[in-house]
């Protein structure tokens, strides 16, 4: 019997990830995710579906990052009816993230068909409201390691993989074949969510490389917010992450929070600025059952885990602007992580030409966003169609990444009992991948190869 996998996405990229799984009468795809950054990749969005959405069983979505799950929606208005299956945590947050992806995507037809910024007339959303609300009432919630049948002849179930809340390796047999996708993996030894978890075996293993070229620094991650808390104190400035609303603005105010209680930083008005944001928070306190020993310590002694001393949420549009004729010092969390929309942008063409400002990155900025131009040391940004002086302080602090690195993936896979027959290196630029697969044959002794985009394999 065969049974194929061909990559749809996330393939010489780290965004996309889209996987047809193939065999024993079942049709899955593994993750169903949006193309970010760079242009050509953005415009694969608008392209028909790569695969007919009427012939799939069921999709199995790893996470819900939009990198993941965003097209959804799409594939839903271009017929999908079958069902999705993914972790509780993750249908909890998709219940935020698809209709604020849709809003998002609306918002920005309705601004490029006012200010005639774009060549199409008029301006469409790649997907509505409607689509996301379609698109959600597919969801099939399933328990970590709680085996179910996505197709006719299909098993899988979900690992934890650590990464954000919900956050699951899927494991899947179709055909007599055992599929592992890694999706993407978290680290170990951090706060806020339990460590990746083994897999026994597969024949065939997807693995995420988005660090697989690099290992993470090993400074205390909290020396990057003292240093930025420390610096905004001094200047009497603002200090302005741009955050990933999902697992990076939650490390964040724990991180700010654990600070403040043992004297490192000031308590100082800490604003978080992303109603995303705002509701994952609430979801990420509520699934109790995901966290680790130090947040149940803390919970235990009646503290919010999440809760600066002088926190603040802004809500609204108004709660917002109101910060733009504040006086620091003061920190500011809002997304998007890479610079790419949001409320962060309005931050940063206020704040950007003041030297007194500090903008800590605190994650992967992909290729072609306003992040990775910050990070590389641009001294002007495109913000809503004017060019923006960057005059502000710009510190990094990679080692706030939820994506293990190329130690911690190799440590993951030394979980296998035995070498998968395959393994195809996923979710990464070319070198990361190239150098991850170099590592997994040099270190490991494995069959690896890099997945090419559209590559189809029988396994």
């Not at 193939?22 to 990749?41: I, N, S, T, V």
């Not at 965003?70 to 945590?89: E, I, M, Q, S």
């Amino acid at each position: 019997m065969t049974v194929a996998l061909t990559f749809l996405g996330a393939a010489g990229t780290v965004t996309g990830s889209k996987h047809l799984l193939e065999g024993g009468g079942a049709r899955l795809l593994l993750d169903c995710g949006l193309f970010q950054g760079l242009k050509p990749l953005r415009q694969r969005n608008w392209q028909a579906p790569p695969v007919d959405p009427r012939a799939l069983g069921a999709v199995l979505l790893s996470h819900a990052h939009i990198d993941h799950s965003g097209y959804l929606p799409r594939l839903v208005r271009a017929g999908f009816a079958g069902p999705v299956y993914c972790t509780r945590g993750t249908a909890d947050l998709l219940r935020v993230m698809l209709p604020d992806a849709a809003h998002l995507q609306e918002e920005e037809a309705d601004f490029a068909n006012r200010h005639k910024t774009s060549r199409h007339d008029p301006a469409l959303p790649l997907f509505t409201a409607e689509d996301a609300g379609r698109a959600l009432a597919l969801l099939r919630p399933v328990g970590f390691d709680a085996p179910f049948e996505p197709a006719g002849g299909a098993r899988a179930r979900f690992v934890t993989a650590g990464h954000i809340l919900g956050a699951g390796v899927v494991e899947c047999e179709v055909g007599g074949k055992v599929v592992v996708f890694s999706g993407d993996l978290g680290r170990y030894g951090v706060p806020i969510l339990r460590d990746p978890e083994p897999v026994p075996e597969a024949d065939a293993l997807l693995v995420e490389s988005t660090y697989g070229d690099r290992v993470h620094p090993d400074e205390d991650p909290s020396e990057a917010i003292v240093r930025a808390v420390r610096r905004a104190v001094d200047q009497r400035g603002w200090l302005l992450v741009p955050a990933f609303a999902v697992g990076r603005a939650q490390a964040l105010l724990y991180f700010l929070r654990e600070l403040e209680d043992a004297g490192r930083i000031p308590a100082l008005p800490v604003y978080l600025d992303s109603p995303m944001a705002i509701q994952a928070t609430a979801i990420y306190a509520s699934h109790r059952e995901e966290h680790d020993a130090g947040v149940a310590t803390v919970e235990a002694a009646g503290k919010r885990p999440f809760a600066p001393r002088h926190f603040h949420l802004s809500r609204t549009v108004e709660d917002s602007k109101r910060l733009n004729e504040a006086d620091g010092p003061g920190i500011v969390v809002s997304g998007s992580g890479m610079c790419t929309g949001g409320r962060i942008l309005h931050h940063l063409a206020r704040r950007l030409p003041d030297a007194a400002t500090t903008v800590l990155l605190v994650g992967y900025q992909a290729a072609g966003t306003r992040g990775q131009l910050l990070r590389d040391g641009a001294r002007e940004v495109r913000i809503h169609g004017r060019t923006v002086p960057v005059r502000a302080t710009i510190q990094v602090g990679d080692v706030f990444s939820a994506h293990a690195d190329r130690r911690e993936i190799l440590r993951w896979l030394g979980g296998f009992r035995r070498p998968p027959r395959m393994t195809y290196v996923v979710h990464g630029e070319p070198r990361g991948a190239a150098a991850l697969r170099d590592a997994i044959e040099g270190e490991l002794g494995w069959k690896a190869e890099v997945a090419r985009d559209g590559q189809r394999v029988d396994l």
